[in-house]
């Protein structure tokens, strides 16, 4: 009798699931693994959507005829463990590209095992399926988005009706804790609702809409693999204007995957440096962080991640490029705070969007500074965006509402903590220092 590990990381699915599917064809029974990491810290909004997902995934499997091993520690330890124990002979995993996940790939490699790399898994085309003519990654999104649209989309894959697992003790599945108040739900069962109502037909003219929020909210569920990129990509096709525009979104996902792929360090390094010299100011960041920054549009992003964990995509842009470019704090820490409150946090999208916003990253307009007086005119004209996330502005109409230092009436609300003229000036005049 053979058996085989499906080792679970990033993809916490049963339909179209490369390593589990592949795992139920290789071997007699299949022992459907997780281990919490202790090498992983998460935040208590992953924590509760990771738990929820955890349960939804044992569930899935349950239903045919196996269900979910847990276990907790170092994922090589235990899998070594159960190697020993069970006799395997084949583990299945999903291909990651952080620098953690490659040095865990690089540990199960050297257990002796048949070891079945997936990577297919995570993302829609794999880093390293396209490149330059010189180089063996992208450094700009145009030119390996065209490359990428034209990588034939593998079909997804059934989820198994029929399991056969031996008899492996689990530990008991993470609880349920306290989070964000108004945190999405995890799981695939609920991933798969949102793929049925979802519209995407309104998502390229209504992307951008603040208060409108067409966006997909599939962003946690990607991150966690409740839902598979590749089912996304034929769910929704590339037929009409939106589908198309949605789609480009999920190649910015594997664009940022090949860049961290390639270059591990650009997690915590920067892509291309600037030369700018980062103020450090404690109070000016706290400010930030809790929303007090006297201008509302940025107040309203940064209070709506304390409250959702989570934030609409224009506003991540807005509050990134208040915090480096005028306040001229490091965008690590601006990355730090995020990864500590969004449930979708992953290093590659959330480290390498934010080094875009900050000009140390790809954006090959680096200088740019978002101004978030224009950006609210823009992408919340009547002011309805922040009104549901700054209460104290309520009463306020627009164009008042996104300048509340214009009205006469006292407002519990603080002054803006920077001229915005001069910080810009400020970046400006740092980002040329470090050219010469």
């Known amino acids: ?158 989820r198994p009706t029929k399991l056969n697992s031996p008899d492996v003790r689990s530990d008991t599945l993470p609880p349920i804790k306290k989070a964000a108040p108004d945190l999405i739900e995890g799981g695939e069962t609920n991933a798969r609702k949102l793929i049925r109502a979802w519209d995407v037909e309104g998502y390229a003219a209504g992307h951008d809409d603040l208060a409108g929020d067409k966006t997909s909210h599939f962003s946690a569920h990607l991150h966690f693999g409740s839902v598979s990129p590749v089912e996304l990509v034929h769910a929704f096709g590339t037929e009409s204007d939106s589908a198309k ?47 007090r920054t006297g201008f509302p549009i940025v107040d309203a992003g940064m209070r709506q991640l304390l409250r959702e964990g989570w934030m609409h995509n224009r506003a991540r842009l807005i509050v990134g490029s208040f915090l480096t470019k005028t306040l001229l704090i490091d965008w690590r820490l601006g990355a730090r705070h995020f990864l500590d409150h969004l449930v979708d946090g992953d290093i590659a999208n959330n480290q390498l969007n934010w080094q875009w916003v900050a000009g140390t990253g790809t954006d090959t307009r680096p200088g740019r500074v978002l101004n978030p007086l224009r950006q609210a005119e823009r992408y919340d004209p009547d002011g309805a965006y922040v009104r549901r996330y700054v209460p104290e502005l309520a009463g306020l109409d627009a164009p008042a509402i996104h300048k509340p230092w214009t009205v006469a009436a006292e407002l519990d609300y603080p002054e803006p903590m920077v001229e915005l003229a001069r910080g810009r000036e400020r970046y400006q005049s740092a980002r040329q220092q470090s050219l010469f």
Not at 29 to 55: S, T, W, Y
Not at 254 to 283: C, I, Y
Request: glycine share 4%; hydrophobic share 45%.
């Open 245 to 291: 525009a949605f789609v480009r979104q999920l190649a910015w996902r594997d664009f940022n995957h090949q860049l961290l792929a390639a270059r591990p360090e650009v997690a915590h390094e920067d892509f291309r440096p600037n030369g700018v010299t980062w103020r450090k100011s404690d109070e000016d960041l706290e400010r930030w962080k809790t929303g």
């Open 1 to 158: 009798m053979t058996v085989a590990i499906a080792l679970f990381t990033r993809d916490l699915r049963v339909h179209d699931n490369p390593v589990l599917h592949a795992a139920a064809r290789s071997a007699d029974q299949v022992i459907p693994l997780f281990v919490l990491d202790k090498g992983i810290q998460a935040g208590p909004n992953r924590a509760r959507f990771l738990a929820e997902c955890l349960r939804d995934l044992d569930a899935a499997l349950a239903e045919a005829g196996s269900g979910l091993v847990i276990r907790r520690g170092d994922p090589v330890a235990q899998v070594a463990k159960l190697v020993r124990e069970h006799d395997v002979r084949t583990v299945h995993v999903a291909k990651d590209y952080s620098g953690y996940a490659q040095r865990r790939e690089r540990a199960l490699a050297e257990l002796g095992v048949d070891l079945h790399v997936h990577d297919d898994a995570v993302v829609v085309v794999p880093p390293g399926t396209v490149t330059p003519q010189n180089a063996d990654h992208f450094s700009v999104f145009s030119p390996y988005h065209r490359r990428w649209a034209e990588v034939p989309v593998r079909k997804p894959l059934r």
